[in-house]
Each structure stands twice: as structure tokens, then as C-alpha cells.
């Protein structure tokens, strides 16, 4: 069984940066399709980001392509995704996730396993 736990949110200003981390644990991480995804209050989750670590394929949402860069550590099981020029509107509960079947998908209930969330509140 994999388990996912995430780290790295907070509160910052619109305009900043974070780094989400994703650690995995149980199996090994470079198996696994990841998946970003983010859920605010009231509202579905929701796509943000997503690869396979081994042709490094790629997906974005396009409300955040050429600010979020998702990328890996295969040493440390970790996946990362790091957040740049944030906006209000980014302010979500973070989601990592992991589907088991090589292919990058970008809707939650095609992903297998998911970590607990992470909170990021961008303030204006």
C-alpha cells in the first residue's frame, strides 16, 4: 500500500512562493503516475497538476501554467510542486495523488491514492 503524506503549505502574500512536498511511502514513487489537485471551500477538486516519472510527461491546468512546476526526487520518494506569483484565488486545500496505470490524467477519481491535503491561503 502507498501512502502519501504532504507538507510545505501555508499563509503568503498574493505574489509569493511556496513548496508543496509529497513523501511516499510503502512502494516506490517512480511506479506511480502523480497527480497534484486542489480543493477550495465549497467547491469540487479540481486538476492542477501531473507526471510520470518515467518519460517525463507533463500535464498543467491552465489557470496556473508558467506559475506551478511539478517535478521529482526519485531518491527521496518525493514529489514537489512549486508555486510561484500566487494568487488569491490559489488559495485551496493541496492534493497529492498517485494512479497506478501509466498514463497522466487529470480527473481525481483516475487516481488510486491521496494524501491527507495540505492548506494554502493566499492573502491579498
Known amino acids: 500500500q502507498l501512502q502519501l503524506v504532504e507538507s510545505g503549505g501555508g499563509l503568503v502574500q498574493t505574489g509569493g512562493s511556496l513548496r508543496l512536498s509529497c513523501v511516499a511511502s510503502?512502494?516506490?514513487?517512480?511506479?506511480?503516475?502523480v497527480g497534484w489537485f486542489r480543493q477550495a471551500p465549497g467547491q469540487e477538486r479540481e486538476f492542477v497538476a501531473a507526471?510520470?516519472?518515467?518519460?517525463?510527461?507533463?500535464r498543467y491546468a491552465e489557470s496556473i501554467k508558467g506559475r506551478f512546476t511539478i517535478s521529482g526526487d526519485p531518491s527521496k520518494n518525493t514529489a514537489y510542486l512549486q508555486m510561484n506569483s500566487l494568487k488569491p484565488e490559489d488559495t485551496a486545500v493541496y492534493y497529492c495523488?498517485?494512479?497506478?496505470?501509466?498514463?497522466?490524467?487529470?480527473?481525481?477519481?483516475?487516481?488510486?491514492?491521496w494524501g491527507q491535503g495540505t492548506q494554502v491561503t493566499v492573502s491579498s
Open positions: 495523488a498517485a494512479r497506478i496505470w501509466p498514463t497522466v490524467e487529470i480527473t481525481a477519481k483516475e487516481y488510486d491514492y
Open positions: 510503502g512502494r516506490t514513487f517512480v511506479n506511480y503516475v
Open positions: 507526471f510520470w516519472w518515467k518519460d517525463e510527461m507533463m
